[in-house]
Nanobody, 120 residues
């Protein structure tokens, strides 16, 4: 019913920038929220940033460095990552909370993940 396609991951040097994209498709009635999570090796998956109803929130570790934004017409969410640090290295996952048609219901969907590596 809903698919998320992520892109933009890769290798970047400390202090550099990357922009991640996540596009949602399917029989979507509405998207209530979209967000980014990440999981580093040996660690729990953690929230990075979310956006819902024009509001945003961020993990303390990324405040001032990362910015989440949405293009509602394209059902796409972005994560602009600046001043990247080695500890930002992780697989980044897109998440959406959506209402779909036929049958009309709520779904939570995860993207496939995109690897971000911050290293000199």
């Amino acid at each position: 019913q809903v698919q998320l396609v992520e892109s933009g991951g890769g290798l970047v040097q400390p202090g550099g920038s990357l922009r991640l994209s996540c596009a949602a498709s399917g029989n979507i009635a509405s998207i209530n929220a979209m967000g980014w999570y990440r999981q580093a090796p040996g660690k729990q998956r953690e929230l990075v940033a979310t956006t819902s109803g024009g509001s945003t929130n961020y993990a303390d570790s990324v405040k001032g460095r990362f910015t989440i934004s949405r293009d509602n017409a394209k059902n796409t969410v972005y994560l602009q990552m600046n001043s990247l640090k080695p500890e930002d290295t992780a697989v980044y996952y897109c998440n959406t909370q959506a209402v779909v048609f036929a049958p009309y219901r709520y779904l939570e969907v995860w993207g496939q993940g995109t690897l971000v590596t911050v290293s000199a």
